[in-house]
């Protein structure tokens, strides 16, 4: 299974935007890339993915760079509430089951 | 929205107790799966399921099965809770749609907290 790469922990101010950053050198080119992101006590929930192109959606951007060996999670105004960590994963596309397999994540700390 | 459910949000079983963690998605999901989260290990895959009585193992499989009679439900089983089996489970489910999953969202239940004494 191809491995993601993040930073262990980033802070960030809150109104002010956050980008996260994943290497996944390794990526194949049937895998998506998706984003989860996980708050104290709970599981975790879907934050955006994609294949080639750039996504956007209401919850946050994410770009992925031409030759798709990295991926940046973007979140335009960071709130409070947007603390947790962050996974970046690589799904692969070649099964019919498109597990995924977690890595350690980014823990995001939003200072007020 | 989609519900994944869990049945039991905090547990407290003995040594050596069969232990069952009921998971329940209302989506007409192909896909299923159980993981478990350690702090320091993250998610880690135990099994995972992509139909009716199908199940493949996930990279934690050893002391536990599953079961998946019906579509909505996947069960995982400790056949005799140790205590290094305390830990929080997550279910999770996704769609196939043409052959393909990884384009799909993943839904994940609220955890069941499982505590082996």
């Known amino acids: 299974d191809a491995k993601t790469t993040q930073p262990n922990s980033m802070e960030s101010n809150e109104e002010e935007p956050v980008h996260l950053p994943c290497n996944h050198s390794?990526?194949?080119?049937?895998?998506?890339i998706h984003w989860y992101r996980q708050l104290p006590s709970q599981g975790p929930e879907y934050v955006i993915h994609?294949?080639?192109s750039n996504v956007n959606n209401r919850m946050a951007s994410l770009a992925i760079a031409e030759d798709r060996k990295s991926s940046t999670l973007i979140l335009h105004r960071a709130t409070l509430r947007d603390a947790a960590v962050y996974y970046c994963i690589l799904r692969d596309g070649s099964g019919n089951t498109g597990k995924l397999i977690f890595g350690q994540g980014t823990t995001l700390q939003v200072k007020p | 929205d989609v519900k994944v459910t869990q049945s039991s949000r905090y547990l407290v079983k003995r040594t050596g107790e069969k232990v069952f963690l009921e998971c329940v998605q209302d989506m007409d999901h192909e896909n299923m799966f159980w993981y478990r989260q350690d702090p320091g290990l993250g998610l880690r895959l135990i099994y995972f399921?992509?139909?009716?009585?199908?199940?493949e193992k996930g990279d934690i499989p050893e002391g536990y099965s599953v079961s998946r009679e019906k579509k909505e439900r996947f069960s995982l089983i400790l056949e005799s809770a140790s205590t290094n089996q305390t830990s929080m489970y997550l279910c999770?489910?996704?769609?196939?749609?043409?052959?393909?999953?990884?384009?799909?969202?993943?839904?994940f239940g609220e955890g069941s907290w499982l505590t082996v004494v």
């Open positions: 999770a489910s996704s769609r196939t749609l043409a052959g393909l999953a990884a384009g799909n969202t993943i839904y």
């Open positions: 994609g294949l080639t």
């Open positions: 390794t990526i194949s080119g049937t895998d998506y």
């Open positions: 399921s992509y139909d009716v009585k199908m199940k």
